[in-house]
C-alpha cells in the first residue's frame, strides 16, 4: 500500500509538472505572437507613412515649381508689369514734389481723387496701348532679365522656398521691395541702353540713357517706383512660386506668358508708332501697285497686282491699296531736315529709327525703302490699258454675254467699284469696240492658223491680210497689247489671254474676213464721205472769196 501510495503521489506531481510546463509555453507563445504582430503593424505603419510621404512630395513636386520655373514667373511677371511702371513714377513724382511743399499741398487739397482717377483710367490703359507697349519692350526685357537673375540669387541663397533661410524669400520688404529697387536702379542705368541698340539698331542709346538717368530725381523715381511695384508683386507670386494645392506649376506660367505675348505681340494696333504713310507692310506692297482689270476666266472685275503680275483678289484689296499709297505719296511729299522728300520703309523699326533718330537710316538700309510707289495717274493710263485688252479678250471669248461685260466694265469706269465718288467718262464701249473686234478676231485667227499649218505657211492672201489687220487696229485702238512680245506684265496681250483660256479658232474663215471686208468698205465709204464733205467745204470757201471779189 505504501508503494502504491508513493505511486500516485508521484503521478500527481509528474501531472502537475506537465501543466506548469504547458502553462509556460502557451504564455511563452502568446508573448511571441503579440511581438510578431506588433512588428508587423510597425512595419506596415511604416511602409503606409513612407508611401504618404512620397505622394506628398510627388504632389509637392508638381505644385512647386522648379528653380528656373520661378525665375520664369518672376521675369515674365516683371515684364508684364512693366508698362505699368511709369504710371506708378508719376504718382511718385507728383508726391515727392508736392507733399515737402506746403503750397503745393494746398493747390492740390481736394484734386488727389482726380490725379488717381487720370492716372487709373486714362494713364494706364494708354500705356497699355499696342503702340506704347511695343516702345516699352526693351524696358520690359531689360526689367526681367535684372529681375529674374536678383530673384535667382535670392532663392539659391535661401534655399529655395522650403529651405533653411525660406524667410528671406516670405519677407516682402526683401524679396518684394528689395528686388523691385535693384531692378529700379540696375535695369535704367546699365541694361536699358544696350538692350535699345539691340532691339531698335539705333546706335548712341547707352549714352542717351546715361543723360537721362543724371536728370535730378530720376534714379529716386526709377528706384521707388520698383519698390513699390515690387511690394505689389510680392504677394500676386508668393503662391504660384511655392506652389498652389491641385494646380501643376505650369499653368501659372503658361498664363502670364501667353499674356505677355498677347500684351506686346498679338494686337492689331502693335508695333511702333510711326507717322501715318512712313510705313508700308510687306504684305502690303502689292497692294500699292494695283489696278482693277477684267478677269476672263473668272467673269469678273478683280484686283491685279503691277508688282507680282497676277490677279490677287477682290476689288476691295485694290481700294486699300489706293488708300495706303495715298497716305504714302503724302508723307513723301512733307520736306524733312532740309531734303525734298520723306523716305518710306518697308520695315516699322527702320521707319521709327529714321523718323525719331536717324535719318541716315535710309542710306544705310536702301534694299527697304519704298521707292516705287506709283502716281495716281500712271496707274489710271495702266488700268484704261488694260481694261481695254481685257474687254477686247472677253468679246471674242464671250459673244453673247457682251451686257454683262459692258455692265461690269461701266461699274469700274463709273465709279461704283473705286474709292473716287465722281462719275468718270467709259474707258471701254464695246459697241465702239465692234470694228476693232472684228479685226482683232481675224488677226488671231491667222495667227493661230500660221502655227497649226503643217509647213507653216499660210496661202499669200491670208498672209498679206496680217500687216493691215495689225495696222489697222493699232491706228483705232493704241491701247490694245496684241502679242507675248509686246507685254509689259506677264499675261496682259490679247495672245496670251487667249491662249491661256483654251480660245478654239473655227475651222472656216470665210466669215471672218467676210466681215473683215465689209469693215474695210464701210471704212473706205466713210474715209470717202469725209473727204468729198472736206472738198465741197473747200470749194465752197473758195467759191465766196472769188465772189467777194
Avoid at 510627388?58 to 515684364?79: D, E, K, M
Avoid at 504713310?277 to 500699292?288: C, F, N, P, T
Amino acid at each position: 500500500p505504501l508503494a502504491v501510495l508513493q505511486c500516485r503521489r508521484g503521478y500527481s506531481s509528474f501531472k502537475l509538472s506537465i501543466r506548469q510546463s504547458s502553462r509556460r509555453y502557451l504564455k511563452r507563445s502568446n508573448h511571441i505572437i503579440i511581438q510578431n504582430h506588433s512588428k508587423r503593424w510597425a512595419t506596415n505603419s511604416q511602409s503606409a507613412s513612407s508611401t504618404s510621404d512620397s505622394i506628398s512630395a510627388t504632389n509637392s513636386n508638381h505644385h512647386q515649381p522648379p528653380l528656373f520655373g520661378r525665375i520664369a514667373l518672376v521675369s515674365c511677371t516683371t515684364a508684364l508689369a512693366t508698362p505699368a511702371f511709369p504710371a506708378l513714377g508719376f504718382l511718385y513724382a507728383i508726391l515727392r514734389i508736392t507733399v515737402p511743399d506746403a503750397n503745393a499741398r494746398k493747390l492740390m487739397e481736394g484734386r488727389w481723387g482726380t490725379l488717381l482717377s487720370f492716372t487709373t483710367w486714362t494713364l494706364l490703359p494708354n500705356l497699355y496701348s499696342g503702340a506704347v507697349t511695343s516702345l516699352i519692350l526693351p524696358c520690359a526685357i531689360s526689367n526681367a532679365l535684372v529681375a529674374g537673375c536678383s530673384y535667382g540669387i535670392l532663392d539659391v541663397v535661401s534655399g529655395g522656398p522650403k529651405g533653411k533661410n525660406t524667410a528671406l524669400l516670405q519677407t516682402p520688404w526683401i524679396t518684394g521691395a528689395g528686388i523691385g529697387a535693384t531692378v529700379g536702379y540696375i535695369a535704367p542705368n546699365q541694361v536699358y541702353g544696350p538692350v535699345m541698340e539691340y532691339c531698335w539698331q539705333i546706335e548712341g542709346m547707352s549714352q542717351s540713357m546715361q543723360y537721362v538717368m543724371s536728370v535730378p530725381m530720376a534714379t529716386e523715381v526709377s528706384v521707388a517706383t520698383g519698390a513699390v511695384a515690387g511690394m505689389i508683386l510680392h504677394p500676386l507670386l508668393y503662391y504660384p512660386i511655392h506652389g498652389i494645392s491641385g494646380i501643376h506649376w505650369g499653368f501659372p506660367l503658361a498664363a502670364v506668358t501667353s499674356a505677355l505675348y498677347f500684351i506686346y505681340y498679338g494686337r492689331e494696333e502693335s508695333g511702333l508708332p510711326v507717322p501715318e504713310g512712313s510705313y508700308v507692310d510687306r504684305s502690303d506692297l502689292e497692294l500699292v501697285e494695283s489696278i482693277l482689270r477684267y478677269n476672263n476666266t473668272s467673269g469678273e472685275i478683280e484686283t491685279y497686282s503691277l508688282k507680282s503680275e497676277q490677279f490677287i483678289g477682290s476689288v476691295e484689296k485694290c481700294v486699300e491699296g489706293r488708300e495706303i499709297a495715298e497716305l504714302s505719296r503724302s508723307y513723301s511729299s512733307a520736306s524733312s531736315w532740309g531734303s525734298n522728300n520723306k523716305v518710306v520703309f518697308d520695315d516699322r523699326l527702320l521707319a521709327f529709327v529714321y523718323n525719331y533718330w536717324d535719318v541716315k537710316t535710309a542710306t544705310r538700309y536702301p534694299d527697304h525703302v519704298v521707292s516705287n510707289i506709283p502716281s495716281k495717274s500712271s496707274l489710271q493710263m495702266k488700268q484704261d490699258s488694260m481694261l481695254v485688252t481685257d474687254a477686247s479678250v472677253a468679246t471674242l471669248l464671250h459673244k453673247n454675254d457682251l451686257e454683262a461685260i459692258q455692265t461690269a466694265l461701266d461699274d469700274v469706269d463709273g465709279g461704283k467699284t473705286s474709292s473716287d465718288s465722281v462719275k468718270q467718262s467709259s474707258t471701254v464701249d464695246l459697241k465702239a469696240q465692234h470694228e476693232v473686234n472684228i479685226a482683232l478676231e481675224l488677226l488671231m485667227l491667222l495667227r493661230q492658223e500660221s502655227k497649226e499649218e503643217d509647213d507653216g505657211v499660210l496661202e499669200k492672201q491670208y498672209t498679206d491680210e496680217i500687216p493691215a489687220l495689225e495696222k489697222y487696229i493699232r491706228r483705232k485702238s493704241p491701247q490694245i497689247v496684241l502679242y507675248t512680245n509686246d507685254e509689259e506684265y506677264k499675261g496682259e496681250s490679247v495672245e496670251s489671254q487667249l491662249r491661256h483660256c483654251g480660245w478654239k479658232t473655227p475651222t472656216d474663215l470665210s466669215n471672218a474676213f467676210e466681215q473683215w471686208h465689209r469693215v474695210q468698205e464701210e471704212s473706205y465709204r466713210s474715209w470717202r464721205n469725209k473727204a468729198l464733205l472736206a472738198s465741197s467745204v473747200v470749194l465752197s470757201i473758195g467759191c465766196s472769196l472769188l465772189l467777194s471779189r
